[in-house]
C-alpha cells in the first residue's frame, strides 16, 4: 500500500472550535421509544421482517447461549464457531428486541430486552475466544483472566450496541428495573473506555498501518465514549487517540481509496471509517469534519468499483464473492451524500431498491446502521438511481483492474502476498459471462484458529496459488511475502480493448527456475472476448503449468473446454489438459458455490527453455 499525504490529517481537523462544541452524555442515534409518534413511519414491511427475526432470535438463544464448554472449544482444539454462534444468538436477541420495542411498544420485547442485556453484562468477557490475547504479552490463557476483558472487535461492538440501546430504550428499562443503566453503564467502562485509556493493541497501527480493526473498533469505542462519559475532558481524549489511530489507518491507503482486503472487508473497514468521522462531526454540531481528508472521498467509491454486478463481486483476499451481509446501501448513500458523491448515491439507491433491510445478519456489529435505515423508510426512492459499477477502473494501490462489457467481466490483479487477509494470487483473474461466473476465485472459508496462524494458513487449499487462476512453474507455488509480488503492472482501457499486464516473476521462489513470467488479461469488446495470455522463460527446461479455478465442471471439446455458457480455447497440441472437481464441504463456501469447484490443469507436455500460451474466453456456440 502506498502512504498518502500528510496534510490535512483527521488530528488537525479536530480544532480548537470543535473541542468547544461537545457535549458529554447528549448524543442519540434516534428517538427514545417512549416517544411513540417518532417511531410511527416505520414501514409496516420492515415491521413484520423484524418481528420474525426477532422471535428466531429469542429462541435461538433459549437454546444455544455462551457457556464455558463452548469456550473451551477454542482453547483445546481452535474451532471458533460454537461460541460465537451461541454468543451471536444472545446478541442478535437482543439487537432485535430492542427494536422490535421500538417499533411496537409491546411488553413482551422490553421483558426479552432487559433479560437479554442482563446476561451480556453478566458474560465473562465481551472478547471472542478467538482474539482473547493480553495485549502486554500476546498470553492466550485457556479461559478469560478474572475481571479482564480484551478491547477486541466483539468486546467493542458489544458495547457499541449497549450503548446505542441504552440511549433510545435505557429509560425504559430503567422503569422496570430501577438500576439496569448503572449496570450497563458499568460494564461499557469497565469492559471497553478503561482498556481503551490505559492499554495499547496491535490494532493502534504503531509498527505500521492497521488493518480494519482499527476503525471499527474505534467508530464503536467512540459511541460508548458518546453514551458514558460525563466529563468533557476525557471525552476529548478519547476523540484524540481515535483521530490519531484513524490517521494511521488512513495513512496505508493509497489515493484511489483502495482496500487491500477487498470488498467483503471494505464494509467493516470503509464503513466503520464513514461511522467513526459522521459520529465525531456529530458530537461537534458539525464543527469537525474529516471527510476532506484524502482519501475519504475516494474511499467510498470501492465497493461500487468491485461489484460485478446487483449480487456478486470481486473476491480477491478473505473476501465471498456474493455481497456480504453486512453490506449496507443507505450507509453507502449517506457516505456518498457527505462526500458529494452522486454516482455513489445513485448506486447505492439502485442496490437498495435490489436488497431490502435485513435484520438476519451480524446485527450486533451493524446496529447503528440497521437502526438509521430502519428510521429512513423509503430512502432509496428519494431521488435518482442508476447501477455505477465502471465500464473500466484501475487501482493502483492494489493493482486491481475491473473491465466490462456487454456479456463479459473481467477482474485481475498485480500486487504482492502480504496484504492483510492475504491469498498468494499474484496475478490472478475472475471472469463472468452474463453475470455467470466462469474464472473464479474460491474466497475463504469458516474461519478457524489455524486460518490466522502463519504456519498453517498457506496449507489451507483456499489461501494456495495452486487453487488460484495462476501459473504454477515446474510445480512450484507462490509463496507469501511483500517480496513475492507483481512488478511493472500496467493497465490501459482503448475502449474496444482493455488489458492488464504484470510481471510475476517475483511472486515464485528461486525453486521455480523462473527468470521470466508476463501476463496479459484482456477484454476485447468488440469481439467479446476475453484472453489470459502467458509468457515464460526458464533458466533451464522446465515444464509450465497453467492454474483456472471454474464453477461449472469443464467439459473437454474441440479446441479447448466447455465451462458453463464459455467457450475455454486453449492449445491442446502442447498442453495435456486435466480436470479435477473438489468438493466442497465448508458451510461458508459451500453456501457460496454449491457442492463443488472445479480446477482446470494446463501442463506443458515437455520441459522447454521457455514459451508462451494464450487461454481465449468467448460464448460457446448454442
Same mark, same amino acid.
Given at each position: 500500500?502506498?502512504?498518502?499525504?500528510?496534510?490535512?490529517?483527521?488530528?488537525?481537523?479536530?480544532?480548537?472550535?470543535?473541542?468547544?462544541?461537545?457535549?458529554?452524555?447528549?448524543?442519540?442515534?434516534?428517538?427514545?421509544?417512549?416517544?411513540?409518534?417518532?417511531?410511527?413511519?416505520?414501514?409496516?414491511?420492515?415491521?413484520?421482517?423484524?418481528?420474525?427475526?426477532?422471535?428466531?432470535?429469542?429462541?435461538?438463544?433459549?437454546?444455544?447461549?455462551?457457556?464455558?464448554?463452548?469456550?473451551?472449544?477454542?482453547?483445546?482444539?481452535?474451532?471458533?464457531?460454537?461460541?460465537?454462534?451461541?454468543?451471536?444468538?444472545?446478541?442478535?436477541?437482543?439487537?432485535?428486541?430492542?427494536?422490535?420495542?421500538?417499533?411496537?411498544?409491546?411488553?413482551?420485547?422490553?421483558?426479552?430486552?432487559?433479560?437479554?442485556?442482563?446476561?451480556?453484562?453478566?458474560?465473562?468477557?465481551?472478547?471472542?475466544?478467538?482474539?482473547?490475547?493480553?495485549?502486554?504479552?500476546?498470553?492466550?490463557?485457556?479461559?478469560?483472566?478474572?475481571?479482564?476483558?480484551?478491547?477486541?472487535?466483539?468486546?467493542?461492538?458489544?458495547?457499541? @450496541?449497549?450503548?446505542?440501546?441504552?440511549?433510545?430504550?435505557?429509560?425504559?428499562?430503567?422503569?422496570?428495573?430501577? $438500576?439496569?443503566?448503572?449496570?450497563?453503564?458499568?460494564?461499557?467502562?469497565?469492559?471497553?473506555?478503561?482498556?481503551?485509556?490505559?492499554?495499547?493493541?496491535?490494532?493502534?497501527?504503531?509498527?505500521?498501518?492497521?488493518?480494519?480493526?482499527?476503525?471499527?473498533?474505534?467508530?464503536?469505542?467512540?459511541?460508548?465514549?458518546?453514551?458514558?462519559?460525563?466529563?468533557?475532558?476525557?471525552?476529548?481524549?478519547?476523540?484524540?487517540?481515535?483521530?490519531?489511530?484513524?490517521?494511521?489507518?488512513?495513512?496505508?491507503?493509497?489515493?484511489?481509496?483502495?482496500?487491500?482486503?477487498?470488498?467483503?472487508?471494505?464494509?467493516?473497514?470503509?464503513?466503520?471509517?464513514? #461511522?467513526?468521522?459522521?459520529?465525531?462531526?456529530?458530537?461537534?454540531?458539525?464543527?469537525?469534519?474529516?471527510?476532506?481528508?484524502?482519501?475519504?472521498?475516494?474511499?467510498?467509491?470501492?465497493?461500487?468499483?468491485?461489484?460485478?454486478?446487483?449480487?456478486?463481486?470481486?473476491?480477491?483476499?478473505?473476501?465471498?464473492?456474493?455481497?456480504?451481509?453486512?453490506?449496507?446501501?443507505?450507509?453507502?448513500?449517506?457516505?456518498?451524500?457527505?462526500?458529494?458523491?452522486?454516482?455513489?448515491?445513485?448506486? !447505492?439507491?439502485?442496490?437498495?431498491?435490489?436488497?431490502?433491510?435485513?435484520?438476519?445478519?451480524?446485527?450486533?456489529?451493524?446496529?447503528?446502521?440497521?437502526?438509521?435505515?430502519?428510521?429512513?423508510?423509503?430512502?432509496?426512492?428519494?431521488?435518482? !438511481?442508476?447501477?455505477?459499477?465502471?465500464?473500466?477502473?484501475?487501482?493502483? $494501490?492494489?493493482?486491481?483492474?475491473?473491465?466490462?462489457?456487454?456479456?463479459?467481466?473481467?477482474?485481475?490483479?498485480?500486487?504482492?502476498?502480504?496484504?492483510?487477509?492475504?491469498?498468494?494470487?499474484?496475478?490472478?483473474?475472475?471472469?463472468?459471462?452474463?453475470?455467470?461466473?466462469?474464472?473464479?476465485?474460491?474466497?475463504?472459508?469458516?474461519?478457524?484458529?489455524?486460518?490466522?496462524?502463519?504456519?498453517?494458513?498457506?496449507?489451507?487449499?483456499? @489461501?494456495?496459488?495452486?487453487?488460484?487462476?495462476?501459473? @504454477?512453474?515446474?510445480?512450484? #507455488?507462490?509463496?507469501?511475502?511483500?517480496?513475492?509480488?507483481?512488478?511493472?503492472?500496467?493497465?490501459?482501457?482503448?475502449?474496444?480493448?482493455?488489458?492488464?499486464?504484470?510481471?510475476?516473476?517475483?511472486?515464485?521462489?528461486?525453486?521455480?527456475?523462473?527468470?521470466?513470467?508476463?501476463?496479459? !488479461?484482456?477484454?476485447?469488446?468488440?469481439?467479446?472476448?476475453?484472453?489470459?495470455?502467458?509468457?515464460?522463460?526458464?533458466?533451464?527446461?522446465?515444464? @509450465?503449468?497453467?492454474?483456472?479455478?471454474?464453477?461449472?465442471?469443464?467439459?473437454?471439446?474441440?479446441?479447448?473446454?466447455?465451462?458453463?455458457?464459455?467457450?475455454?480455447?486453449?492449445?491442446?497440441?502442447?498442453?495435456?489438459?486435466?480436470?479435477?472437481?473438489?468438493?466442497?464441504?465448508?458451510?461458508?463456501?459451500?453456501?457460496?458455490?454449491?457442492?463443488?469447484?472445479?480446477?482446470?490443469?494446463?501442463?506443458?507436455?515437455?520441459?522447454?527453455?521457455?514459451?508462451?500460451?494464450?487461454?481465449?474466453?468467448?460464448?460457446?456456440?448454442?
Amino acid at each position: 500500500m502506498t502512504v498518502t499525504v500528510d496534510a490535512p490529517t483527521f488530528t488537525e481537523r479536530f480544532t480548537a472550535t470543535a473541542r468547544r462544541a461537545l457535549r458529554p452524555r447528549t448524543w442519540r442515534p434516534a428517538p427514545p421509544v417512549t416517544d411513540r409518534a417518532a417511531w410511527a413511519d416505520v414501514a409496516a414491511v420492515d415491521q413484520e421482517a423484524l418481528l420474525a427475526v426477532a422471535r428466531d432470535r429469542r429462541a435461538a438463544a433459549a437454546v444455544a447461549f455462551p457457556t464455558l464448554s463452548l469456550w473451551a472449544r477454542y482453547s483445546r482444539d481452535g474451532d471458533r464457531q460454537p461460541y460465537e454462534r451461541a454468543q451471536r444468538n444472545l446478541l442478535e436477541s437482543a439487537a432485535t428486541a430492542a427494536l422490535a420495542l421500538a417499533v411496537t411498544d409491546e411488553e413482551e420485547w422490553a421483558t426479552v430486552l432487559a433479560d437479554q442485556v442482563w446476561r451480556i453484562c453478566e458474560l465473562r468477557a465481551w472478547c471472542l475466544p478467538s482474539h482473547y490475547a493480553l495485549p502486554e504479552s500476546g498470553e492466550r490463557p485457556f479461559l478469560p483472566v478474572p475481571g479482564r476483558d480484551v478491547l477486541d472487535l466483539s468486546d467493542a461492538y458489544v458495547g457499541g @450496541m449497549l450503548a446505542v440501546i441504552d440511549t433510545i430504550a435505557g429509560e425504559r428499562l430503567e422503569r422496570d428495573a430501577p $438500576g439496569i443503566r448503572a449496570h450497563v453503564h458499568h460494564e461499557i467502562r469497565r469492559r471497553v473506555l478503561d482498556p481503551w485509556e490505559r492499554e495499547e493493541y496491535f490494532w493502534h497501527g504503531v509498527d505500521g498501518p492497521p488493518n480494519n480493526w482499527a476503525p471499527w473498533i474505534v467508530s464503536n469505542v467512540l459511541v460508548c465514549a458518546a453514551v458514558v462519559e460525563p466529563e468533557a475532558g476525557r471525552l476529548e481524549t478519547t476523540i484524540d487517540r481515535a483521530l490519531v489511530i484513524l490517521d494511521r489507518f488512513r495513512a496505508g491507503y493509497d489515493a484511489d481509496g483502495s482496500c487491500d482486503e477487498g470488498a467483503t472487508y471494505w464494509w467493516w473497514a470503509g464503513a466503520t471509517l464513514f #461511522e467513526a468521522l459522521d459520529l465525531v462531526e456529530q458530537l461537534t454540531d458539525g464543527a469537525f469534519d474529516g471527510f476532506v481528508v484524502e482519501p475519504v472521498a475516494a474511499t467510498a467509491r470501492f465497493p461500487m468499483g468491485m461489484q460485478i454486478d446487483a449480487h456478486r463481486q470481486v473476491n480477491h483476499s478473505d473476501g465471498s464473492p456474493v455481497l456480504p451481509e453486512n453490506a449496507n446501501w443507505y450507509l453507502l448513500a449517506r457516505f456518498g451524500a457527505r462526500v458529494g458523491d452522486d454516482e455513489v448515491v445513485r448506486h !447505492a439507491r439502485w442496490m437498495g431498491r435490489q436488497h431490502a433491510l435485513r435484520f438476519d445478519g451480524q446485527l450486533a456489529a451493524l446496529f447503528r446502521r440497521t437502526l438509521a435505515e430502519l428510521r429512513t423508510p423509503g430512502w432509496q426512492d428519494d431521488g435518482p !438511481a442508476a447501477p455505477g459499477m465502471p465500464t473500466a477502473l484501475y487501482l493502483p $494501490g492494489t493493482e486491481v483492474a475491473v473491465a466490462r462489457s456487454d456479456a463479459f467481466f473481467l477482474s485481475a490483479k498485480g500486487g504482492h502476498n502480504a496484504v492483510s487477509h492475504n491469498h498468494n494470487d499474484v496475478g490472478s483473474v475472475i471472469v463472468s459471462l452474463d453475470g455467470d461466473p466462469v474464472v473464479v476465485d474460491a474466497g475463504v472459508g469458516v474461519y478457524r484458529r489455524e486460518t490466522f496462524m502463519p504456519e498453517h494458513r498457506y496449507g489451507i487449499w483456499t @489461501m494456495r496459488s495452486s487453487w488460484h487462476s495462476v501459473p @504454477m512453474p515446474n510445480g512450484v #507455488e507462490q509463496r507469501e511475502g511483500e517480496s513475492f509480488r507483481a512488478t511493472g503492472t500496467t493497465f490501459v482501457d482503448h475502449g474496444d480493448r482493455a488489458a492488464l499486464s504484470t510481471d510475476l516473476t517475483a511472486a515464485y521462489p528461486a525453486a521455480s527456475g523462473l527468470v521470466r513470467a508476463v501476463r496479459v !488479461a484482456s477484454l476485447d469488446r468488440a469481439a467479446e472476448v476475453v484472453e489470459l495470455h502467458d509468457e515464460w522463460a526458464f533458466s533451464a527446461p522446465g515444464v @509450465m503449468t497453467l492454474v483456472l479455478l471454474t464453477l461449472h465442471e469443464p467439459v473437454v471439446v474441440p479446441g479447448g473446454l466447455r465451462v458453463g455458457a464459455a467457450h475455454l480455447g486453449v492449445d491442446g497440441t502442447r498442453f495435456a489438459v486435466r480436470t479435477e472437481r473438489r468438493a466442497l464441504d465448508d458451510e461458508k463456501l459451500r453456501s457460496a458455490w454449491g457442492a463443488a469447484l472445479h480446477r482446470v490443469l494446463l501442463v506443458e507436455h515437455a520441459p522447454a527453455p521457455a514459451g508462451s500460451h494464450t487461454v481465449r474466453i468467448s460464448r460457446a456456440a448454442a
